[in-house]
């Protein structure tokens, strides 16, 4: 047992070392009222950790998604992210408060899916921070060409080389600009894959916009911090709506199941979910919302669509 903890202490002090080295790990319209932000479609799985160590384990779609994706650790990963901001604790540890979710700075106005997720979840958080490991100790002996062999060696091993669609960062962001450029590597090298992905770290993408694959298709996680900087580069983006009705003011398709974010160029809306904040308003329009149907509707939308993205995976 006691030589157990020691290796254990060690992998930790480790991978500590690994991740101090980056301190951006831890950085921390208004027009008709009849525009209908679900027009684009039709009306109305366990997690499973891979033992082998020596590969990138990927999730193979869930009650959202019909294609396969991608994890890091929330919030760690995301150097850029404001108000989605939320640390989910290494599984068997706790923050100082005793909880295993909290809240980065008070810049934090929603709490985000993925990280409540991964402090719910022990697999799901054992499979996101075993990623992360494998992936510092590649960019340490060979940054990004090695970053992005393990992760082409990973989606062969899971069978994943010949998928037509893939997500990035179901949860997590790219965390340095060798890690962005590892997946460009990717993208490259598997072209007939149409890879997508979410990104706060708007900077790492500008710096490489022209290398930028086109079978790797980004959108800005639009807040208030960085709206500005989405608009002055005209990068397409996604903005977390309150309401239903937040997003028909502002004239954005809401995507209730990433079908416009791995398949479109157009701007779109999500419509804010999960556990909240108790008292926060993020909790409050949570519960206006599914006081008024509006997630039962989502869930309808997502079957309705099924055909659809099937049909997607085909191209």
């Not at 992998?11 to 009222?33: A, C, G, R, S």
């Not at 009849?34 to 082998?52: I, K, T």
Request: hydrophobic letters at 40%.
């Amino acid at each position: 047992m006691i030589k157990k903890l020691l290796r254990q202490g060690l992998i930790q002090n480790k991978l500590n070392e690994e991740v101090k080295k980056f301190d951006e790990l831890y950085v921390y319209l208004k027009e008709e009222l009849d525009f209908d932000p679900f027009a684009h479609g039709e009306p109305a799985s366990e997690e499973v950790v891979d033992e082998n160590i020596c590969f990138l384990t990927f999730s193979k779609g869930n009650a959202k998604l019909d294609w396969p994706y991608f994890s890091l650790p929330a919030a760690y990963t995301c150097p850029d992210a404001t108000s989605c901001k939320s640390f989910p604790a290494k599984h068997g540890h706790k923050f100082t408060n005793g909880k295993s979710l909290k809240k980065a700075s008070e810049k934090t106005e929603f709490q985000c899916f993925a990280a409540r997720e991964q402090a719910q979840y022990p697999n799901l958080n054992k499979m996101v921070f075993s990623n992360l490991a494998l992936l510092m100790n590649a960019l340490k002996t060979g940054g990004s060409e090695s970053m992005a062999k393990l992760i082409i060696d990973s989606l062969k091993y899971a069978g994943l080389d010949h998928t037509n669609i893939f997500r990035i960062h179901e949860g997590g962001d790219f965390f340095s600009d060798k890690y962005f450029k590892a997946w460009i590597l990717v993208a490259n090298a598997l072209p007939s894959i149409n890879f997508y992905t979410h990104t706060t770290s708007l900077n790492i993408w500008l710096n490489n916009r022209s290398s930028v694959p086109s079978n790797m298709n980004l959108t800005a996680s639009m807040d208030s911090s960085n709206e500005e900087l989405i608009l002055k580069n005209k990068l397409r983006f996604a903005k977390v709506v309150y309401s239903i009705e937040e997003a028909k003011q502002l004239r954005l398709p809401i995507d209730y199941d990433d079908s416009l974010a791995c398949c479109s160029d157009v701007n779109f809306a999500l419509l804010l979910h999960g556990g909240q904040p108790a008292g926060s308003e993020a909790s409050k329009a949570v519960m206006a919302n599914r006081k008024a149907g509006a997630y039962e509707k989502i869930k309808d939308l997502q079957k309705a669509n099924k055909g659809n993205r099937q049909n997607l995976l085909r191209k």
